[in-house]
Each structure stands twice: as structure tokens, then as C-alpha cells.
Nanobody, 117 residues
Framework: QVQLVESGGGLVQAGGSLRLSCAAS????????MAWYRQAPGKQREMVAR???????NYADSVKGRFTISRDDAKHTVYLQMNSLKPEDTAVYYC???????????WGQGTQVTVSS
């Protein structure tokens, strides 16, 4: 049974930082592409960052230069370091496992990030 468990969300002031973590179980973590998505109220869920097994990364334009995705295969954990946070970053953030063509096959339960102005 695949489980993706996010942690690290919370309330932060604009300009602040948060680090999200996603602990995975039930998968061969090291071979999987992992990603972070987010969904703000009234908006569609969007990809924020993605990291492949070879640590190639991709970012949404809106977070480039501010967010960093990383992974620790020994701990089966993927991270999202978020710096210089803006109110528009407020959303529920989801950890995801994708297949080789980019389709999401597993979701975490989500963690709320709220950035106050």
C-alpha cells in the first residue's frame, strides 16, 4: 500500500520560509519521480516542482528562484524548501508520485500553507 505523508505546513508571514517534507512508503522510492503540487481556493491544482530519480528538477515559473525540491532516497523523503514566500503561495500543498510520462499515480493528503501579508 502506497502512502505519501506530508508535513511542515503552517502559517508564515510574507518573506518567510517553510520546509515541507513528504515521507513515502510502499514504493521503491529511489526509482520514482516525485513532485509537489498545490491547489489554492477556487483554482486548479498545479505542479510546483518535480525531481527525477537522477535529480533532474523542474519548477513552475512562479516559484523559480524561491523554491527548491530535493530528495533523500535513504529516508524515502522528498522536500520542498520555500523561501521568500508570498501571499499568492497560499494553498494546500500535495506530494505526488508520477509515472515516467508525468502522470500522477499517487497523492498525499496535503498540507496547508498560509502566507500572510
Amino acid at each position: 500500500q502506497v502512502q505519501l505523508v506530508e508535513s511542515g505546513g503552517g502559517l508564515v508571514q510574507a518573506g518567510g520560509s517553510l520546509r515541507l517534507s513528504c515521507a513515502a512508503s510502499g514504493i521503491d522510492f529511489s526509482i520514482n519521480t516525485m513532485a509537489w503540487y498545490r491547489q489554492a481556493p477556487g483554482k486548479q491544482r498545479e505542479m510546483v516542482a518535480r525531481i527525477t530519480r537522477s535529480r533532474t528538477t523542474n519548477y513552475a515559473d512562479s516559484v523559480k528562484g524561491r523554491f527548491t525540491i530535493s530528495r533523500d532516497d535513504a529516508k524515502h523523503t522528498v522536500y520542498l524548501q520555500m523561501n521568500s514566500l508570498k501571499p499568492e503561495d497560499t494553498a494546500v500543498y500535495y506530494c505526488a508520485r508520477t509515472n515516467p510520462v508525468g502522470w500522477v499515480v499517487d497523492w498525499g493528503q496535503g498540507t496547508q500553507v498560509t502566507v500572510s501579508s
